[in-house]
């Protein structure tokens, strides 16, 4: 997708708050491209900045979908850069499904639901208890490595939602060629029976009705001046 496919939100920070857009001036994941996408905050105040597919059928998806990206975080603690799906609005205070990385040093991968202006913020899971956190990996990170993530929020028939996560091992397979695995820690609560987060339609399991449809993206949140995320390969996919 071309940068011109992507919209911000309504109420995007603005650059001389958090600065954002492609670069070179970076080390890309393996099998990237010239350029990732990369964001940095200029100020020590609550920020958020994120995109989401501007295209025809996806603005916004009448269903659920999938979302991949490459990220990479700087070391520090404050900031979160993450992918999301079924957005229900264009605005920060609106609710989605959240996969990215923690605002922890060290940090992990994180999935929530909930308003896009909380990030991601490092915690166990307790899926019905704000911030809402559905899954937590069982690794943490401190070496700056990119992560090749996916997210995939599946509509079924009876209204449930099933959330699931996956990741690509970029050491074996380029960003574009991934082969996909279970992340450790977030195979889900009822695994091997079902994969990933059942959001069930009756509003139990998350505390809340399921996101069924909604816009996908990318995004970073920061509290801290300096903090520096990038993102790379974005992939938008509709469920039909």
Not at 3 to 23: I, P, R, S, Y
Not at 39 to 65: D, K, T, W
Not at 195 to 224: C, E, Q, W
Request: hydrophobic fraction near 40%; charged fraction near 15%.
């Amino acid at each position: 997708m071309a940068q011109a496919d992507w919209q911000g939100l309504l109420d995007n920070a603005a650059t001389n708050k958090v600065d954002h857009g492609v670069t070179a001036g970076t080390t890309k994941p393996s099998g990237g491209g010239l350029h990732v996408y990369a964001f940095r905050s200029l100020e020590a105040a609550s920020n958020i900045v994120a995109l989401h597919a501007g295209q025809v059928n996806f603005n916004p998806m009448l269903s659920g979908g999938s979302v991949r990206a490459a990220l990479r975080r700087d070391v520090g603690r404050g900031y979160s850069p993450f992918i999301f799906m079924c957005l229900q609005g264009t605005g920060k205070a609106d609710g989605a499904y959240m996969l990215g990385l923690s605002d922890a040093d060290p940090y992990r991968i994180v999935l929530r639901k909930g308003d896009l202006d909380s990030g991601i913020p490092d915690g166990g899971a307790v899926p019905a208890t704000a911030p809402n956190i559905l899954m937590r990996s069982t690794q943490a990170f401190a070496d700056q490595p990119w992560l090749h993530l996916r997210l995939d929020a599946i509509v079924q028939g009876t209204g449930d939602v099933i959330v699931q996560v996956f990741q690509n091992d970029l050491l074996a397979n380029p960003v574009s060629a991934p082969v996909w695995v279970n992340i450790p820690g977030m195979e889900g609560p009822q695994a091997p029976t079902i994969a990933g987060f059942v959001d069930d339609a009756l509003g139990i399991n998350s505390g809340s009705l399921p996101f069924t449809a909604g816009r996908g993206g990318f995004g970073f949140k920061s509290t801290s001046i300096g903090s520096l995320s990038y993102v790379d390969n974005v992939e938008v996919a509709r469920q039909v």
